[in-house]
């Protein structure tokens, strides 16, 4: 069974820091793209960053370059967001998907993916 599970979402003020986790199970890990996207109520959803795992290659959204880092760590299926510096726009619903073909930036920029997880909510308020 193709699964993705978030985790580390929570509630932070600004300038604070954040880490997800996004576990991954039920598929070739090191073959794929993951990728992590956010909405936020009201918007559309948009990539924030993108990770191949095979190379650690990596896409960040300009809204976040600089205050984000994603990871992955090939022997936990795992894959993180480090988000550092979190301003109240950062608010959102964080979702990680998986795509198997795509290059790192049209998954980022164009959404593109086979699969996703439910989500974790992010927000960030004084």
């Known amino acids: 069974q193709l699964q993705l599970v978030e985790s580390g979402g929570g509630f932070v003020q600004p300038g604070g820091s954040l880490r997800l986790s996004c576990a991954a199970s039920?598929?070739?890990?090191?073959?794929?793209?993951i990728g992590w996207f956010r909405q936020a109520p009201g918007k559309e959803s948009e990539g924030v960053s993108c990770i191949r795992n095979s190379d650690g290659s990596t896409f960040y959204d300009f809204s976040v370059r600089g205050r984000f880092t994603i990871s992955r760590d090939n022997a936990k299926n795992t894959v993180y967001l480090q988000m550092n510096n979190l301003k109240p726009e950062d608010t959102a619903v964080y979702y990680c998907a998986a795509e198997s073909k795509a290059t790192v930036e049209a998954m980022c920029f164009h959404n593109r993916y086979e699969f996703r997880g439910q989500g974790t909510q992010v927000t960030v308020s004084s």
């Open positions: 039920g598929f070739a890990f090191d073959s794929f793209r």
